[in-house]
């Protein structure tokens, strides 16, 4: 992405030592993170909040206080710049994202995501821009240029789809869990590239060459993005099955299975690729493989080990954005003129749900034309859902509002306070008001199932998806909900393909990954048990 590797700065208000002042932030931060552990667990059964507005809303409370205790100096107990985010905080999210996510439903539906996520996510972008560019007009803007314009396309075009994540249930709607999730996933990668590739072209003279120069680029970077998160996930997992750690040492291979996964990204970030997607692949491929190379231990280790690693993550980033939404430095300068801060705002609000009916509406349109069987097209309630998970703008549009109008998170000019502090009032809106409606509209939109309540938390819990070999077509909970749980038939020449693609890509598949992958990587049903391992001895 092209974001050089930078230092976090921190600092406390009320000391004079520096050492002792980063002391007092880390505590105060820490201790702020394990509040909203405890709290969020508290309200996880109420039908408003979630974790993501329960660490906004503390957040913001804390920096109230911190305004108060500084005699309005700051409201931060930490001050990072945007390179925090996409080096430290994003790769654990994205990873575990990949590794948890649902295999066989995910690939199943990867053409309709990439529809969302990809062309949705351009469709918003163009929507974006261009009524920024025409509607700022009435405002009298003038500090914003081209490039300007089009980066709010891709600021606001990155979706946050975690309260609704939070509310779906995988097993209850495989199919609209999976195209909420990967399209969540492919529309922050989609947006960063975006971005990226804004950021490198001249756009005082937009010619035709140059938009074809800009679309191989960006499928350039989206292939060979991917390519590397398989690549090192291949890799991690052949280590794994050849040396085999876990025969004398499992905290040897659970820190190779990190450290791997953390490579993919910033190899990707040293070669200018998206990290984003090199990293979410990886975790698909490593828990297709690796994670069957490992003995039992270590797979319970690294289950949780990403799982709270993106936990803790998500908690940082949301409680971070409460408090800088109070930064006095930003609204110093807004406040000389507030009418054009909330005309800003609301105008990139509008935008936001504008760009994103047109996207979902028109392409499930699409996708429904295509689809055959009445089970597999998306009805009305479905549009609606995935249409209100992406309302919600987070993190990555922050961050990317940072990187293109502040550096290390000080904004010196009327016309950057003013993009900034627009931004983080649509995310906190976005937020707090459509989160808050989340919970109720879903429930209403999709009733919870009655016998959902009869399932035991370790069912509710298993990761069933890292247990399936990777685009199965073995009967699941998944398939059956479909109701297509019978086998599918052998397909034999180039007439199914065209009439079956997705299960003859499947079968094709299997052959392949039988025959050659499995062997060769390692995966389930393919790694013999060594007796003596980490294992025996745990159970005995």
């Known amino acids: 992405m092209g974001f050089s590797l930078g230092s976090v700065v921190v600092r406390l208000g009320t000391r004079s030592d520096p050492d002792q002042a980063s002391v007092d932030s880390i505590t105060l931060f820490v201790a702020l993170l394990s509040t909203c552990i405890v709290v969020g667990h508290l309200l996880e059964k109420n039908r408003w909040i979630n974790g993501s507005i329960t660490a906004l809303l503390i957040g913001l409370c804390t920096g109230i206080v911190l305004l108060f205790t500084t005699e309005g100096r700051s409201s931060h107990v930490l001050l990072f710049d945007e390179e925090l985010f996409f080096i430290y905080l994003l790769p654990p999210i994205i990873f575990n994202a990949g590794f948890r996510v649902k295999k066989k439903q995910f690939f199943r539906n990867f053409m309709t995501i990439i529809l969302f996520g990809a062309v949705g996510t351009l469709i918003s972008f163009v929507i974006i821009s261009l009524g920024a560019m025409q509607l700022f007009k009435m405002l009298d803007i003038g500090f914003l240029d081209v490039g300007d314009y089009l980066a709010l396309g891709a600021i606001f075009s990155a979706t946050d789809s975690v309260c609704t994540l939070q509310v779906l249930k995988q097993d209850e709607t495989p199919l609209l869990y999976s195209l909420v999730f990967g399209e969540g996933v492919v529309n922050d990668a989609t947006s960063v590239v975006l971005f990226n590739a804004i950021q490198k072209f001249d756009l005082s003279h937009i010619t035709s060459s140059m938009v074809a120069q800009f679309t191989g680029n960006f499928s350039y970077l989206f292939i060979t993005s991917t390519l590397l998160g398989v690549a090192v996930g291949l890799l991690c997992a052949y280590i794994i099955k050849t040396l085999y750690f876990g025969r004398h040492s499992t905290d040897r291979e659970v820190a190779l299975m990190i450290l791997m996964a953390y490579l993919s990204y910033i190899m990707a970030e040293l070669f200018n690729l998206s990290g984003i997607l090199t990293v979410f692949f990886c975790g698909i491929v490593m828990s297709h493989y690796t994670w069957h190379n490992v003995t039992e231990s270590s797979r319970i280790t690294t289950r949780h080990s990403f799982a709270t690693l993106s936990f803790i993550s998500e908690i940082f980033i949301f409680l971070y954005v409460g408090m800088d939404a109070l930064d006095i430095e ?95 009032t649509v995310v906190l809106f976005s937020n707090v008001v459509f989160g808050l409606l989340t919970k109720p509209i879903l429930n209403f939109l999709l009733p919870p199932q009655k016998h959902s309540a009869d399932v035991t938390p370790l069912e509710t819990s298993s990761p069933k998806s890292l247990s399936l070999p990777l685009l199965a077509n073995g009967q699941d909970p998944e398939s059956d909900i479909h109701g297509d749980n019978i086998p599918p038939r052998r397909p034999s020449s180039l007439r199914m393909l065209l009439a079956a693609p997705s299960t003859t890509v499947h079968y094709y598949w299997r052959k392949f990954d039988n025959a050659i992958m499995r062997p060769m990587f390692g995966g389930r049903g393919f790694v013999a048990y060594i007796p003596g391992s980490p294992t025996e001895r745990y159970i005995h």
């Open 330 to 424: 930003k609204w110093r300068f807004v406040s000389k003129s507030p009418g054009t801060s909330i005309g800003v705002s609301s105008i990139l609000l509008a935008l936001v749900l504008v760009g994103r009916a047109v996207s979902i509406f028109s392409l499930s349109f699409i996708v429904n034309f295509t689809k055959s069987s009445q089970g597999d097209k998306i009805g009305f309630k479905q549009q609606v859902t995935i249409w209100w998970a992406g309302l919600m703008r987070g993190a990555v549009s922050i961050a990317l509002a940072y990187n293109q109008f502040a550096k290390s998170g000080h904004t010196q000019m009327k016309g950057n306070a003013i993009m900034i502090t627009s931004t983080i």
